[in-house]
């Protein structure tokens, strides 16, 4: 099993530009999460789905959509990048283990915004 | 609205000793789980230790154990016998039992193990 996995694990971008940064798990969990991570700061979640066909906004939400294409994968898409996106984004899937949601992580996608 | 407080951005440690790292959580809820995250440089997140709100008894593994004072609303992490490997930036966070799963995080402690 792969687990969890990100692409792309580096990006560049010009302020204005949008991208998509992909995540796949192969766990057959029903929740993912998308987390950012900036410096001196722990993980923020940004949008989370506790199945498929279902989105929620987390705590920083503004600025990026997300898309649950199926139960695999969950997409994070910045349509106009801004360099305060600048940080480090974590995927994590989850699946409930006797009352709790043990998440897994993926490697994470640095992303610098010029 | 949760929130999770490490107070110590560093700490350091001699190889083969032992140090604790300390957490702090403030909720109105009665049952949730608490973890600590290990991040090393390569910058995968892995799980350390969890711990049951419910439960009275501390949870280890291995080398970690946790000191949970539920009253107290503190969760420390004790390394026993530390070693080069368990240098990493570490995090505590929380999780409420059941409806949302989402993870709230601490702002972390990077830990240094002096050879």
């Known amino acids: 099993n792969a687990g969890v996995t990100q692409t792309p694990k580096f990006q560049v971008l010009k302020t204005g530009q949008s991208m998509t940064l992909q995540c796949a798990q192969d766990?057959?969990?029903?929740?993912m999460y998308w987390y950012r991570q900036d410096p001196g700061m722990g993980l923020r979640l940004i949008y989370y789905?506790?199945?498929?066909?279902?989105?929620d906004k987390g705590e920083v939400p503004n600025g990026y959509n997300v898309s649950r294409l199926n139960k695999r994968e969950f997409s994070l898409r910045l349509e106009s990048a801004a360099p305060s996106q600048t940080s480090v984004y974590f995927c994590?899937?989850?699946?409930?283990?006797?009352?709790?949601?043990?998440?897994?992580f993926g490697p994470g996608t640095r992303l610098t915004v010029l | 609205a949760q929130t999770v407080t490490q107070s110590q951005p560093e700490m350091s440690v001699q190889e083969a000793e032992t140090v604790t790292l300390s957490c702090t959580y403030d909720?109105?809820?009665?049952?949730?789980?608490l973890f600590w995250y290990k991040q090393p440089p390569s910058r995968q997140m892995i799980l350390v230790i969890r711990?049951?709100?419910?439960?009275?008894q501390n949870a280890t593994e291995n080398r970690f154990s946790v000191n949970f004072q539920k009253a107290a609303k503190s969760f420390s992490l004790k390394i026993s016998d530390s070693q080069l490997g368990d240098a990493a930036m570490y995090f505590c966070?929380?999780?409420?039992?059941?409806?949302?799963?989402?993870?709230?995080f601490g702002k972390g402690t990077k830990l240094t193990v002096n050879p």
């Open positions: 966070a929380f999780q409420t039992q059941g409806g949302s799963e989402k993870l709230v």
């Open positions: 994590a899937s989850s699946e409930e283990a006797g009352g709790y949601n043990e998440q897994f």
């Open positions: 789905s506790a199945s498929e066909g279902t989105t």
């Open positions: 711990q049951e709100a419910y439960k009275q």
């Open positions: 766990m057959n969990h029903n929740s």
């Open positions: 909720t109105s809820e009665s049952d949730y789980y």
